[in-house]
């Protein structure tokens, strides 16, 4: 494997889809995941949801233990819990401050705002 490969690999994460041996890898990792009772429901006794969960852990560098807490799927789509995306963004250090909400006076619709 050459240098310029080896840091893409470190760099990006290896994905569980990259090759035979990475997702033969893959599918002796997920046996305890799927069998923990720490998981939320949608893993446990789900081999193909465990991978999908690695393989977004590879590609975004958060542990897949948190990707199962925190993302979450809707009719087949990807989405992230509010409470997760808020810190994420508050802790990012983009901000100076932490983002605040907005109310409408019928508390209809909401905003944020950031500084």
Not at 8 to 34: H, I, T
Not at 56 to 81: A, D, T
Not at 87 to 114: M, P, Q
């Amino acid at each position: 494997m050459s240098n310029e490969i080896a840091v893409l690999n470190e760099s990006q994460g290896v994905s569980v889809f990259n090759s035979m041996q990475s997702f033969e890898q893959a599918q002796r990792m997920v046996v305890p995941l799927m069998q923990s009772t720490m998981v939320p429901e949608t893993y446990r006794g789900s081999a193909a949801n465990c991978m999908v969960a690695m393989e977004m852990s590879h590609r975004i560098k958060i542990s897949v233990l948190e990707v199962m807490q925190n993302m979450q799927i809707v009719k087949g789509n990807v989405g992230w819990k509010s409470e997760y995306v808020i810190n994420k963004i508050n802790s990012s250090g983009l901000f100076e401050d932490a983002l605040e909400f907005v109310f409408s006076d019928d508390r209809e619709s909401c905003y944020s705002i950031a500084t």
